[in-house]
């Protein structure tokens, strides 16, 4: 049955080109609000991209992406910045400061979303995040010192700290151990079906895609050459 309800977001045509190449070709999806949606396919094909189109991290070349029915390019400054501290996005790299520790790269989200936060507040908030990922190095350590798992995890302690209600993964599970997998899993079974969130991700893990079933678009070469909609895909748990 359609809604006439607005989409969360909407692609409408969006091509993105780097150096001559075009990397996403005349895009256009939506993505509900509190769904669960991945970018599927082999690796070139244009996922990784594309969630970075929809998050608004890179700029289209042409097409319009919309968000709650607002072209994100024509936003004010203000409605940019509610967007933005409702989203949280983990790369596929960690892309951790090299030259800040730990609490460093947590604490910054904080002071540019929530400048009149104190310390103290800013404090709390970072070693919560900090124990839920379940990382047993100290907090003072700098991203060198970690393994590349504990790298992805403090990057997705960044990504949740502001406590945002829209999710974007590009590989989430890659370089996790077992006990990290499960614990991650577990954090985002209860962001999807508990908070009923909006987590939009790009994986080639088959049992991560299994268990957090829902929307999937598969990319190929820059476009969509297949997609599976379900509605309502997070009220539904393996």
């Known amino acids: 049955m359609s809604s006439d309800k607005t989409p969360l977001f909407e692609m409408q045509g969006i091509s993105f080109v780097a150096n001559d190449y075009t ?3 005349d895009l256009s999806l939506t993505v509900e ?14 996922k990784s991209s594309a969630l970075k189109l929809i998050a608004g991290i890179i700029t289209p070349t042409s097409g319009k992406l919309l968000y709650n029915g607002k072209d994100v390019s024509m936003m004010t400054r203000k ?11 983990m790369f596929q790299n960690s892309a951790l400061w090299q030259n800040q520790n730990v609490y460093q ?3 910054l989200p904080l002071r540019i979303h929530y400048p009149k936060m104190s310390a103290a507040e800013r404090k709390k908030r970072i ?3 900090y124990t839920l990922v379940g990382c047993e190095k100290p907090i ?13 995890m403090i990057g997705f302690a960044r990504a949740i700290i502001c406590n945002p209600d829209i999710l974007f993964l590009d590989e ?3 370089s996790l151990d077992e006990r990290t997998t499960n614990i991650f899993v577990s954090m985002l079974k209860d962001f999807c079906y508990n908070k009923k969130h ?20 598969i990319f190929d070469s820059g476009v969509v050459t297949d997609k599976i909609i379900r509605t309502k895909s997070n009220e539904i748990q393996d």
């Not at 609000?33 to 082999?42: H, K, M, P, Y």
């Not at 003072?140 to 992805?152: N, V």
Request: without cysteine.
């Open 172 to 174: 989430p599970t890659e």
């Open 79 to 89: 409605e940019n910045e509610a967007y933005r501290v409702r989203t949280g996005f």
């Open 140 to 152: 003072t350590i700098r991203p060198a010192g970690l393994s590349i798992g504990e790298r992805k």
């Open 105 to 107: 790269n947590l604490e």
């Open 33 to 46: 609000e509190g769904t669960i949606t991945a970018f599927l396919g082999e690796p070139g094909g244009g």
């Open 23 to 25: 990397i996403i070709e």
């Open 198 to 217: 909006t987590l939009i991700y790009v994986s080639h893990d088959a049992d991560f895609v299994k268990t957090f079933d829902g929307n999937r678009y």
């Open 127 to 129: 070693y919560e995040v």
